[in-house]
Every structure is written in structure tokens, then in C-alpha cells.
């Protein structure tokens, strides 16, 4: 049975934090439907400032239904999860992923869109170093580890870590 999987993502997504393990996921056969907040392109950046590709989105996130997905993708980068964090609409959708009890995986600031769910209280997380306290506010640990795995939920802290991220992504999402 083939997993679809959902990479929820907008302008200023870190463009190697979703390519990178979009392309492992769909090696290990996984489908990929990417939503933003417009269907369309949307503009990726590389090393958080500077442009790089535009990346299409399938979906908007309106038109968006977790039922549908087997698990959620959050890249980072940082202004795509500063966008989707204060959009309504994003956030239920992730909170439904989450409600649902489907795994979810977030690199680098891809985290902050989980805060405004209110599901990291508790839990053990990694992330990039420059969110850490944001993450400690929202009742999380925060440990300074490539990859971290607590419940439904798998963190990374940035691109460097993409070698240990994407198998360990194939492996949560029960891909193989």
C-alpha cells in the first residue's frame, strides 16, 4: 500500500529541507501532494536568505483534508513556519494530522508551526539552536541531537543533518 504523505510548506521554505526528503520518500515509494497556503508555485529560499528555485505546490491548504494523508512533512526555512503559524487554516489542518495520531516530521524551524497546536508540551524535541527557547515555552525539552523521535513526532535541527533525517523519516512514516 502506497503512503501519501502531505509536505505542508510556503514562501521561504529552506528549499533543501523539502526536497531532499521528498525525494527519499518518494524512492521509498512513498506519494508526495505538496500543500501551501495557494496552490501554485511559491518561492523557496537557500541558507534562509537568498532565493533559489520555486517550488509548486498541489493543494492549497483550504482545500486540504488530513483523512487523506498517512503523515505530515514540515520543512524549515524561516519564514514559511512564521507564515503558516498564524494562518487558521494551517494550523488545523496540522493539529488534525496530529489529532488523528498520524506521525509528523519537522527540521530545522519547521517546529514553530507545531507551537501554535499546542501538541509539544511535554515532549522531547530537537530544532534549529535559534528556537530552542520558543520550543522550551511550549512545554518542551529540547536536546541538541541530529534526529529526535518522541511519540508521533520526529525532529532534526537543519540541513546538515538531511543524512540521518531521511532514513529516519522513511522509517516513522512506515514507508518500508
Given at each position: ?11 521561504g ?14 524512492k521509498?515509494?512513498?506519494?508526495i ?5 495557494e ?60 489529532d ?6 519537522t ?49 532534526s ?13 522513511i ?6
Open positions: 500500500m502506497t503512503r501519501k504523505i502531505a509536505v505542508l510548506a510556503t514562501d521554505t529552506e528549499e533543501i529541507e523539502l526536497t531532499s526528503p521528498v525525494e527519499a520518500l518518494k521509498a515509494g512513498a506519494e501532494i505538496v500543500i501551501s497556503l496552490k501554485g508555485e511559491f518561492q523557496a529560499v537557500k541558507s534562509d536568505i537568498y532565493p533559489s528555485g520555486k517550488l509548486k505546490a498541489d493543494l492549497a491548504v483550504k482545500d486540504a483534508v488530513a483523512s487523506d494523508y498517512d503523515a505530515l512533512l514540515l520543512p524549515g526555512g524561516v519564514a514559511s513556519p512564521d507564515k503558516l503559524r498564524v494562518n487558521e487554516t494551517a494550523v488545523q489542518f496540522v493539529r488534525d494530522i496530529i488523528a495520531g498520524k506521525p509528523v516530521a527540521i530545522c524551524h519547521g517546529s514553530q508551526t507545531l507551537i501554535e497546536t499546542g501538541a509539544l508540551r511535554g515532549l522531547t524535541v530537537t530544532s534549529w539552536p535559534a528556537i530552542r527557547t520558543d520550543l522550551k515555552n511550549a512545554g518542551a525539552t529540547w536536546v541538541d541531537q541530529p534526529v529526535v523521535t518522541d511519540g508521533q513526532f520526529l525532529f535541527r537543519c540541513p546538515d543533518d538531511l543524512d540521518a533525517f531521511n532514513p529516519a523519516t522509517t516513522h512514516f512506515r514507508i518500508t
